[in-house]
């Protein structure tokens, strides 16, 4: 009778300091629930995905009514042949159909990423569709053109997230974990002695990122050009003051997130909770063009949508850092603002 009385007074104390432990409520009741909700949003399906196909304006009537009146086809219309095969290589399209002027003898041009599941499914989806249109054997529609050269690939458009993404996780998991850690073992109370002012103590951190942020992107490109093959068309100065600008925001993401938490566990919890909706939504493993037009706008609005963005056009176009104002802009509103609220809501113990 002794040992049950004693092990259910062990177990009531310890429901009672969990608890009080609000970070680790939670991280058990709130967070698993925000994570279904947004893995719910993102992979919802209303039905069967349709497949995109990209069309010129002007290719012939036919192919475009066929289309149109096909199942589970959206059809995307491009005026230059560029911005489509642009948007191909981008995953934004499943395939670009290119139709041959009226009376050339050359077949119906379907330009595809065989790696991709999805590009099947939309060639069988327009062959079925054009075949419902104009009873025509299959072997004579048209010519399906692989996309096999370094840039087009589904491998190399993955890479610049992966690279984003990774610029996101070492500075709000390693500047978040440092600050929490820091003020857990009462070290950031016996910094209040000296004179070091908060800015100075909090750009810090920021600035040790450039110690180890040249390491870490040199390392990453070299795999992704020699042994993935992945191409680097960026100018050097133009990458690297995208890679520096996402890495200084992610920075002041994380002391932000870490300015007032004072375990490891509530940490933990707000950088998840914070990198869950840009892992789904920011174009990390498809295009964010596959949500729906209404929720876009916010998607282009996260930082590390706009990082993805610059490293796409930097390392597979070779455009430059000037035509991409706009998402620069987004990561330095987020740079700034993050380390303005940091700066003034931070607490030392």
Not at 33 to 39: R, T
Not at 44 to 55: H, K, L, N, P
Request: glycine letters at 8%.
């Amino acid at each position: 009778m002794g040992r049950t009385r004693e092990l259910l007074e062990l177990t009531r104390v310890r429901v009672i300091l969990f608890l009080r432990e609000p970070e680790a409520i939670f991280w058990v009741f709130v967070f698993p629930i925000v994570l279904a909700a947004v893995l719910g949003f993102a992979f919802r399906r209303t039905g069967i995905q349709a497949s995109r196909i990209g069309v010129l304006d002007g290719e012939a009537a036919g192919v475009t009514r066929a289309l149109e009146a096909a199942e589970h086809v959206e059809l995307v219309r491009y005026a230059e042949v560029e911005r489509a095969r642009k948007e191909l290589r981008r995953a934004v399209i499943d395939l670009l159909v290119e139709v041959p002027p009226p009376g050339s003898p050359a077949p119906m041009r379907v330009s595809l990423d065989p790696a991709r599941s999805e590009a099947e499914t939309a060639r069988l989806r327009l062959l079925r569709a054009l075949e419902d249109a104009a009873g025509a054997p299959r072997e004579l529609l048209l010519e399906v053109a692989p996309i096999t050269e370094r840039g087009s690939r589904y491998i190399d458009f993955l890479f610049p997230g992966l690279l984003g993404m990774n610029l996101m996780g070492t500075g709000l998991w390693g500047i978040g974990f440092a600050i929490a850690d820091a003020r857990r073992r009462k070290f950031l109370k016996r910094l209040l002695v000296t004179p070091m002012r908060r800015s100075s103590f909090l750009l810090s951190f920021m600035l040790s990122r450039l110690v180890f942020l040249t390491l870490e992107v040199v390392a990453l490109v070299l795999v992704g050009r020699w042994i993935l093959g992945v191409p680097f068309r960026a100018g050097f100065l133009d990458f690297a003051l995208a890679t520096v600008l996402g890495a200084f925001t992610f920075a002041g993401l994380g002391i932000l997130l870490a300015s007032r938490v004072r375990t490891i566990e509530a940490v933990s919890g707000l950088v998840n909770l914070v990198m869950m909706p840009m892992w789904l939504g920011s174009g990390v493993f498809f295009s964010y063009e596959r949500y729906p037009e209404a929720v876009r706008p916010v998607l282009r609005a996260l930082p590390l949508t706009a990082l993805n963005d610059c490293l796409r056009s930097l390392m597979l176009d070779g455009d430059p850092l000037s035509g991409m104002l706009p998402a620069l802009g987004v990561l330095a509103a987020w740079c700034v603002v993050s380390f303005a609220v940091a700066l003034r809501i931070f607490r030392w113990g």
